[in-house]
């Protein structure tokens, strides 16, 4: 419905360059609406990006996730870094959005000018979470955010996802989550870059350190690898912070010196142009773009045994080379 | 390595469908490998289908998936029906499968001929559960089960997933879970035809029964729709377990009086379809099929900011058309 705003592209993208807010949040507004001028956007942020360092933060519920990122920026702030943060909440896909406002998560950085805070959901439509939120982090990078921090609820394939797309990426657990085949069936020992013990006040938080430790160490590195840090906080606080945003630039030099930024942003990119590339398909399988809905058709036949799933898609892939 | 088995695929099949467990193990196989013998075997396979009705199980970890799986399963087999059960675990996409071997997860069922138990991580590779999940529970039906129970871990998209490949989706909770917020946040009530408070000996289950069903009466619903009821189990001792069975029967029948079984099984089709065919055109794109590897020339491109996403994925687009 607000697809054509009152503003050229040309226009808005001058104007999220020099920072001003609500320019970066219709252009992430576009993002969340698959708006066609994207491409446009796009084309126009892309001189402008590669700039910003991408922090992502993951773990399971109720670790502490928002008053980390909360405590993050703070440090971030103190250095005088201009920080953008996406929340990314992918368990609601059919609402399109967190239940609480972004003001309420990050109520400490509500007013500060040189932080944008955007909630996300994914919306179910198009690629999903994989497609927007690079576009998200592009315009953040482009608007001139030293750091975009990408926060992710929930457990599982998110973490993973999360990973994909961030330079760092931060796992968060707190003492008493449950035993270490819980943490390694979570997927959560792969993707971490640093590893952080929240709550480190609670009981057993020494426990979960010592735990955690034992298995990053079974996994084999090779000689210059990463060794992922496990650090301890007490995000409410304060109280490590510091500490963590210190292993944060030591990870990010580390990346540059490696030649891992440059893989890890391929591999980012590769994503972002797959997603983009995919959905473009799908609207042009679903008749989204003015055709008749082919998938659907074949759907039915599949669902009535009339045929089988290869043959259809078969069918749809003769229309992708249209 | 094993692509090539000793049996031709119409044998394999004959045998899968006369019920032969190593014939049924190895089909998956199949799946779970991406094997190029796929379009065969689902050709076969196709005429078969349709019969089994598709239970899928999810809820947030630590409610008793597991338990409440096996506990189900042995309900079904008191009825004389035979079952299918995949335990989906999509928090592993690296290591490819569940940690805790299926016999020890199914101990009851282990040795039972009329119950086929498989886990199934997501590989990652290709479309992962959205790809080979549907083909799984394609293989299970045409096999002669009577249910296909399709048990999922985790919180947030996985049980979307598995809503969107269940005939019937129970969501399970526990008492003392978190707040109602946290139940809304998941996603959970937005995807189940059935709620179970499990381990309902426990303090606190009366008290989250209410409020599920103070939630779940919030939304709203037509004329003739289903009104997903609230249950309370105790798996560990089967308390409340035929009963849940007896509004799984109820939830099946309105499924086919309201016509809405044809649509959820065009819908699952519909993914699967889309599923399969992206897959191709990913192996196609990045030269898995024998060309060059295009997504990964473009991705270094888009990295290194020399060209932007929406102009890589057209070039993509050309060759999707080759």
Redesign the interface.
């Known amino acids: 419905m607000t697809r054509r705003g009152p503003q050229a592209v040309p226009d808005l993208v001058a104007r999220a360059r020099a920072g001003e807010a609500a320019a970066v949040a219709r252009l992430i507004t576009l993002v969340e609406d698959a708006s066609p001028l994207?491409?446009e956007v796009?084309?126009a942020?892309?001189?402008h990006?590669?700039h910003a360092h991408v922090l992502g933060v993951t773990g399971p519920?109720?670790v502490g996730k928002s008053t980390s990122t909360n405590a993050l920026v703070a440090g971030m702030r103190r250095a005088g870094k201009r920080v953008g943060v996406l929340a990314i909440?992918?368990?609601?896909?059919?609402?399109g959005g967190?239940?609480?406002g972004d003001r309420v998560r990050m109520g400490d950085h509500a007013l500060d000018k040189d932080v944008y805070i955007r909630s996300m959901g994914?919306r179910g439509h198009l690629g999903g979470l994989a497609w927007s939120t690079?576009?998200a982090v592009?315009v953040l990078d482009a608007a001139g955010c030293d750091v975009v921090v990408v926060e992710t609820?929930?457990?599982?394939?998110?973490e993973?996802e999360v990973a994909g797309l961030a330079d760092t990426t931060l796992v968060l657990l707190a003492p008493g989550m449950?035993d270490g085949?819980?943490a390694?069936?979570?997927?959560i020992l792969?993707v971490g870059d640093l590893y952080v013990v929240n709550k480190a006040d609670r009981e057993g938080a020494e426990r979960t350190r010592r735990e955690l430790r034992t298995m990053l160490s079974l996994g084999e590195r090779n000689e210059g690898a990463w060794r992922p840090p496990v650090l301890m906080t007490v995000a409410s606080t304060g109280e490590g912070i510091d500490g963590l945003l210190g292993e944060v630039d030591r990870h990010a030099a580390w990346l540059e010196q490696a030649g891992e930024l440059?893989r890890r942003?391929?591999?980012?990119?590769?994503r972002?142009?797959?997603a983009?590339?995919?959905a473009?398909?799908?609207e042009r399988?679903s008749g989204t773009d003015g055709g008749d809905d082919l998938?659907?058709v074949?759907?039915?036949r599949?669902?009535?045994?009339e045929?089988?799933?290869?043959?259809?898609?078969d069918r749809?892939?003769d229309r992708?080379?249209?």
Chains 1, 2 share one sequence.
């Open positions: 994207l491409r796009m084309a942020l892309n001189p990006t590669g519920p109720g909440d992918p368990s609601s896909p059919f609402s967190a239940l609480l994914a690079p576009q592009r609820v929930g457990v599982g394939q998110s993973v449950g085949i819980q390694a069936k979570a997927g792969e440059a942003r391929t591999l980012r990119a590769r972002e142009v797959e983009i590339a995919l473009a398909l799908r399988w998938v659907e074949l759907a039915a599949v669902a009535a045994g045929t089988d799933p290869y043959a259809a898609a749809l892939l992708g080379g249209d």
